[in-house]
């Protein structure tokens, strides 16, 4: 007959805790909090490229690397003078992905623009050209390219909400929502304007691209703020100086990490009908 050796325990056994569903629910809501909370955190901004061109022509290339992440959420604005109004710029990426205009806006009366491109799906990691072709020739061109880490929606659908102004003066130029901007959705502000100095981010929110060129002076830029804004007017740190506009969107809640945990509490409270149903 065989026989089993069972180890033997070293001291009491410890007391389990016994605590009250309230406890627990409180409990639970913490930890789906701090997952929540986590998920947010992964949002980033980056820059992927600010390219320069003082040239007189139709068709404007990025000549920086331009080598997105894979899932990135990417965002394109196309400053150019001496064009016509309305901009009738197309652009075409070397890696077969489309991307769809959101916007344009004007300064200098209509001798210059900016143009605003969002990619209609998530990056791959392909190095690619982007090339912007307008009907006249132009005297100078900023492109400028963003990504954003964490987004699960992409194209003209990530963006909950866009507004911007055209030919301000010598103000610091401000963009207002229609309605109030959810706390843990990302904005974006950009902008272009002449004299080629760039302008100091808004209050709270973090200057990603800066750039300019010089025919004639003009710049460019952009900034974002990752969440906690809940109003609807952002307006730029520091005034033109001469002429410029400016445009401010807000991205849908997935720019806080994909959808994100569910309702922390409402989980916690299924889970505590599940386990009294038992």
């Keep these: ?19 009250s569903p309230s406890e627990w629910l409180r409990e639970k809501v913490k930890e789906q909090q701090a ?4 998920t947010i955190s992964k ?6 490229l600010a390219d320069t061109s003082t040239l007189n022509q139709t068709t404007y290339a990025t000549q920086s690397a331009c080598v997105p992440v894979t899932g990135d959420w990417l965002l394109a604005t196309f400053c150019s003078s ?15 992905q489309t991307w769809t205009r959101l916007d344009w806006f004007t300064w200098e009366s209509t001798s210059s623009f900016m143009e605003i491109f969002v990619c209609d ?20 061109s900023n492109i400028n390219v963003i990504s954003v880490q964490g987004m699960s ?14 030919n301000q003066g010598a103000v610091a130029m401000a963009t207002t929502f229609a309605s109030a901007a959810l706390t843990g959705n990302i904005t974006i502000d950009m902008y272009g304007k002449t004299l080629g100095v760039n ?31 809940t109003g609807t007017t952002i307006t730029w740190g ?17 720019a806080a990490g994909a959808a994100g945990p569910r309702n922390p509490i409402k989980v916690a409270r299924q889970a505590v009908a599940r386990a009294a149903s038992r």
């Design 1 to 19: 007959m065989s026989s089993v050796a069972y180890p033997v325990p070293i001291g009491l056994p410890r007391k389990r805790r016994i605590i």
């Design 43 to 48: 949002a980033s901004v980056t820059s992927i």
């Design 35 to 38: 997952e929540r909370d986590a």
């Design 199 to 229: 302008l100091t981010a808004p209050a709270g929110w973090t200057t990603v691209i800066s750039n300019s060129w010089v025919t004639p002076a003009e710049a460019s830029g952009i900034a974002y703020r990752l969440s906690g804004f």
């Design 82 to 96: 001496g064009t016509p109004n309305p901009p009738t710029s197309t652009l075409t990426d070397s890696s077969g």
């Design 153 to 166: 929606t992409y194209g003209t659908s990530s963006v909950r909400q866009r507004n911007g102004v055209d």
């Design 121 to 140: 799906a998530a990056a791959t990691n392909a190095s690619r050209t982007l090339t912007f072709t307008v009907s006249t020739a132009g005297t100078g």
């Design 238 to 254: 520091s005034a033109n100086g001469g002429t410029g506009c400016a445009c401010a969107i807000e991205l849908n809640t997935p």
